[in-house]
Structure formats: structure tokens, C-alpha cells
């Protein structure tokens, strides 16, 4: 049995990340933000040396895409800065380190999807931040250090963008939902269990470092996808209205296309992360939440 760290283990994927491990048997310990600064190498080397990790997941990040436009230097301390210092401390002690990364290291641009090898362009503050935090592990752990990107989070520990959704249904007659935007909406439980089964790969010696793509198969826009939400629902999917990015503008950058590839998995001995409509399905009663399950269409 090997000993995992999950740092950031308070948010909604280091909760499941947490409980991924839990049912696989793997002695854990999660340390969430008010427990481990990540970009204090003193606190780190002591957590590390306290838990003696053979794995460390770090889930923690700033993730305020537009309050980054503004504030890169912040940004740039927990998710470039805190990675190198992970990474650092890692070199030290041995382990390995698999570091939690996004789609806006990309510029959004393309019409393929994109391969964990394709060029970075990142168009906001925050996907250079998190490009930053990429480079560190890397560059640092040639050999043990994982990049797992992923995009369009969701799930039951945190807000994101399927529970306000859920939310507005209740309260808006019409919601009107950008459909010039295109990404893989993906279940924080199936990348937690990808990320259990990488680490697990890394210490077998059959999952080469590098960049991963941690995303659900297909593709959709956020309309898209909130009619699959209305439909699970129960509810008239036509009563979603598709409108543009420009009705809706923000700090930050939005990429138009957030797709990726995922053909390092299978060379691990891994299968890619499902359909995002089939996760999307198994995952809805836990995040729609227990006040509405008698609504949940499950046919």
C-alpha cells in the first residue's frame, strides 16, 4: 500500500480525490489551504517529511480566472510558485508528483483537438500562471513529475457551472447560454479516478512522465450542455436559448475551443476518461443535491 498527499484537499476535486483513494485502499492524508501553504517550501518540506508520501496530488490552485487579470502576481505565487516548491520538496523526498493543470494553456483557436504535445499560447493571466506551474514540475521532474490538464469542472463538493445551472431552472422561466464555446464538461470523480490510476501507474513504472489530458470524451458548448441539464431534469430543454460569448463579456479570456486529445492514456495502460454524457448522468443525483433527486429523470 503506498501513501498518497493531496494538497488543496478541500476543494471539490480534492475532495474526490480524497474518497478515490479511501475506496481504493491507499493510505492518504489531505491538507487543504488553511492546513498547507504551497508556497512556503518550509511548511511543504515538514508536510512531506510528516507524511512521507509516495504520491502527492496537488489540487490546490487559484482558480478566479478574472480576478487573475487583475491580480497575476497573487495568482502566479499559488500556481506557479507553489508547484516549483511541491516540486522542489518531491525532488528531495522521492515522490512523485502529479500536478493538476487546465485547458487555457492553450489560445482557444483550434478546430482539431488538442494534443498533450501541441504549442501553449496562453491567452489570460491564469492560464499563464498555470503554464508557469506546468513548467516548474517538469522541468524539475523529468522523470516523476505529471501534468493532468483538465477543463469544465464539475461536481458535488464545490460550486461550478452544472449546479448553477440546476440553480437557475428553478428560478428563470428562459436561461440564455453561450453556444460559441466548445469543451469537454468533465466529472471531478472520473479525473479523481484517472489521477488514482496514473499514480498508481507511475510507481508500476508503466506510465511515462509528462502531460496528460485529463478531460471527458466528446465535445459540447455550455448550451449544449444545459440542455442535457434541463433534460435530466425533466424539465423542457427548449426553454435554453443559445447566445454569444459577446452578451456576456468578462475579465478574462474565454477559450472558443477547449477539446483535447488523450492519447498518452492508453499508452499507460489507462482508458481515457467516458462521454461526458454518460458521466454527466451517473454524476447528476449527487450534485443536483438530495432536495431535488425525486426529480431526476433517469431514463
Not at 506551474?133 to 501534468?147: I, K, M, N, S, Y
Not at 461536481?155 to 428553478?170: P, S
Not at 484517472?194 to 485529463?214: K, N, P, S
Not at 440542455?227 to 424539465?235: A, C, M, P, S
Amino acid at each position: 500500500m503506498s501513501g498518497w498527499l493531496v494538497t488543496g484537499s478541500g476543494g471539490m476535486l480534492g475532495q474526490d480525490v480524497l474518497a478515490a483513494l479511501a475506496v481504493s485502499g491507499e493510505r492518504a492524508a489531505g491538507l487543504d489551504r488553511t492546513a498547507l501553504d504551497i508556497t512556503d517550501p518550509g511548511a511543504v518540506r515538514a508536510a512531506l517529511d510528516g507524511h512521507a508520501p509516495d504520491v502527492v496530488v496537488n489540487c490546490a490552485a487559484w482558480t478566479a480566472v478574472d480576478d487573475a487579470e487583475a491580480r497575476e502576481a497573487e495568482a502566479l505565487a499559488v500556481n506557479g510558485t507553489g508547484p516549483r516548491v511541491l516540486a522542489g520538496a518531491c525532488a528531495a523526498s522521492g515522490a512523485v508528483l502529479l500536478q493538476v493543470s487546465t485547458d487555457y494553456v492553450f489560445a482557444g483557436d483550434a478546430r482539431t483537438p488538442y494534443g498533450e504535445d501541441a504549442p501553449t499560447a496562453p491567452r489570460s493571466a491564469y492560464g499563464r500562471t498555470k503554464l508557469a506551474g506546468e513548467r516548474a514540475v517538469l522541468d524539475t521532474l523529468p522523470e516523476t513529475g505529471f501534468v493532468v490538464r483538465t477543463a469544465w469542472l464539475y461536481g458535488a463538493g464545490g460550486g461550478n457551472f452544472v449546479r448553477t445551472m440546476i440553480k437557475l431552472e428553478g428560478v428563470k422561466d428562459t436561461l440564455d447560454v453561450v453556444d460559441d464555446q466548445r469543451g469537454q464538461p468533465t466529472w471531478t470523480g472520473d479525473l479523481a479516478d484517472r489521477l488514482v490510476q496514473l499514480g498508481r501507474a507511475a510507481l508500476a513504472g508503466t506510465a511515462e512522465a509528462g502531460v496528460y489530458h485529463g478531460t471527458s470524451g466528446g465535445d459540447t458548448t455550455w448550451f449544449g450542455l444545459t440542455r442535457e441539464i434541463f433534460r435530466l431534469l425533466g424539465v423542457d430543454p427548449e426553454r435554453v436559448r443559445p447566445t454569444t460569448s459577446g452578451a456576456f463579456p468578462r475579465p478574462a479570456p474565454r477559450p472558443a475551443y477547449s477539446v483535447l486529445g488523450h492519447e498518452r492514456w492508453k499508452r499507460a495502460g489507462i482508458e481515457p476518461i467516458r462521454d461526458w454524457r454518460s458521466a454527466l448522468k451517473e454524476a447528476f443525483p449527487a450534485v443536483v443535491g438530495t432536495e431535488r433527486h425525486t426529480s431526476v429523470t433517469r431514463g
